[in-house]
């Protein structure tokens, strides 16, 4: 049995099967780092963490959703980040020129918008994540970045699935490494030197 999808799904999966000896592979979610020194080539950084965090609409276990980003590129970052992610099309992932299709269902924008609030509520500040309107069905939701974050948020100890990244800010590199390690979901990690 192979299995992708959430922790208590691949935990019924493997209680089911592991009685019978049937062999598993379970991949059981992410929150995924993507460390950003302060060495980075700019545009590349920018480039990796907007593909990263928000291709296939951010709806993969492997996706960056945690950006831990050195306090020197930090600001730069930020604001380059949000100016290209303005700039990214969200409509029918069949239309020429869109960068970025709907989430899955209605019941994934709840819950995307659900951590976004809890994400404003432990202090964080949102930049996009707001409802896009197009003229063929399904779910938009504009990417969104979640600033001034640490560690023990919420935002970055659970997977939200979808289009929402955070950022993390540290001091150095030895942070970025501690932050980076400092999740129950071991699955990918990038860096940007």
């Known amino acids: 049995v192979s299995f992708t999808g959430s922790v208590p799904t691949g935990e019924r999966i493997l209680a089911t099967a592991t009685p019978q000896r049937t062999r598993v592979q379970l991949e059981m979610g992410g929150k995924n780092p993507l460390v950003v020194l302060d060495d980075a080539d700019l545009d590349v950084a920018v480039d ?10 951010g709806q993969r276990c492997t996706a960056s959703s945690r950006l831990v980003v050195t306090r020197g590129i930090h600001d730069r970052f930020v604001a380059a980040l949000t100016d ?15 960068h970025m299709g709907p989430v899955v269902d209605a019941g994934q924008l709840a819950q995307d918008e659900r951590y976004l609030t809890v994400a404003r509520d432990e202090g964080g500040e949102v930049i996009g994540g707001d409802r896009v309107e197009r003229a063929a069905d399904g779910h938009y939701l504009a990417p969104a970045l979640v600033v001034g974050t640490n560690s023990t948020m919420t935002v970055n100890r659970e997977e939200v699935f979808g289009p929402v990244a955070s950022v993390i800010e540290v001091a150095d590199y030895d942070e970025a490494l501690a932050v980076a390690n400092d999740t129950e979901f071991g699955l990918s990690s990038g860096i940007v030197t």
């Open 84 to 98: 290209r992610m303005r700039a990214w099309r969200v409509d029918d992932a069949r239309a020429a020129g869109t």
């Open 48 to 57: 990796v963490a907007l593909q990263g965090a928000f291709g296939s609409t």
